[in-house]
């Protein structure tokens, strides 16, 4: 039963342009939704959040949107940089702060 | 040190043997985290602490995963009788404050069980 998805493994951007991922959720007692990025032979490191009882996050060249109606997010990263190349994880957060995380976006960004 | 600590980084074990994972939370961190990650996937929640108490195991696959925390500070995730399937990165993660949502992760231990 995986509560939280990410349909696209892997997704390609020119630096300069904007890199979308996308996320969905099937249990609705999830009330904090976050992104991590995560390098190769690295720990997975925050990135951004939004409570559920937002519908926009942002910090400098990122943002999450939150649909709750569609249980979708999505990050927004623009302008994108090659430095930004890593896998992203979505994240939605139950009681105690036990995260459950999707399968993984690995962005790649060309220069 | 300023970030969770895990050791060992690699460990390769034979199918049945018992390993015993090390993680050093940053100091200060009531809560901490064991989470798995298999390859291509998210990491996977296994057990919970906050303090010394095992405040969510349900996590945790089978009765061959066992975790303590005994002075609410350094963890060790002990699995017996270890499979094949167990291999995997083991991801251990502290935070501060267990309503922030966001947790500091180690570099992970990676098991290889041939």
């Known amino acids: 039963d995986q509560q939280v998805k990410q349909n696209s493994p892997s997704l390609s951007v020119q630096e300069g342009r904007i890199s979308i991922l996308n996320c969905d959720y099937t249990n609705s007692m999830f009330d904090y939704f976050l992104w991590y990025k995560k390098y190769p032979a690295e720990g997975p490191t925050f990135l951004i959040s939004i409570s559920s009882i937002k519908d926009k996050n942002e910090d400098g060249r990122f943002t999450v949107f939150l649909n709750k109606s569609a249980k979708h997010l999505s990050l927004h990263i623009v302008p994108s940089q090659p430095g930004d190349s890593a896998v992203y994880f979505c994240?939605?957060?139950?009681?105690?702060?036990?995260?459950?995380f999707g399968g993984g976006t690995r962005l790649m960004v060309k220069p | 040190g300023a970030g969770v600590s895990q050791t060992p980084s690699n460990k390769v074990t034979e199918k049945g043997k018992y390993v015993e994972l090390r993680c050093d939370p940053i100091?200060?961190?009531?809560?901490l985290y064991w989470y798995r990650q298999s390859l291509g996937q998210g990491p996977e929640f296994l057990i919970y602490?906050?303090?010394?108490?095992?405040?969510?195991d349900s996590g945790l696959p089978n009765d061959r995963f066992f975790a303590v925390r005994p002075e609410g500070s350094v963890s060790t995730l002990k699995i017996q009788r270890t499979e094949r399937g167990d291999s995997a990165v083991y991801l251990c993660?502290?935070?501060?404050?267990?309503?922030?949502?966001?947790?500091?992760f180690g570099e992970g231990s990676r098991l290889t069980v041939l």
């Open positions: 602490f906050q303090g010394t108490g095992a405040a969510d």
């Open positions: 100091s200060g961190h009531t809560a």
């Open positions: 994240a939605a957060r139950r009681a105690g702060n036990m995260l459950t």
């Open positions: 993660a502290s935070s501060p404050d267990r309503n922030t949502g966001e947790l500091f």
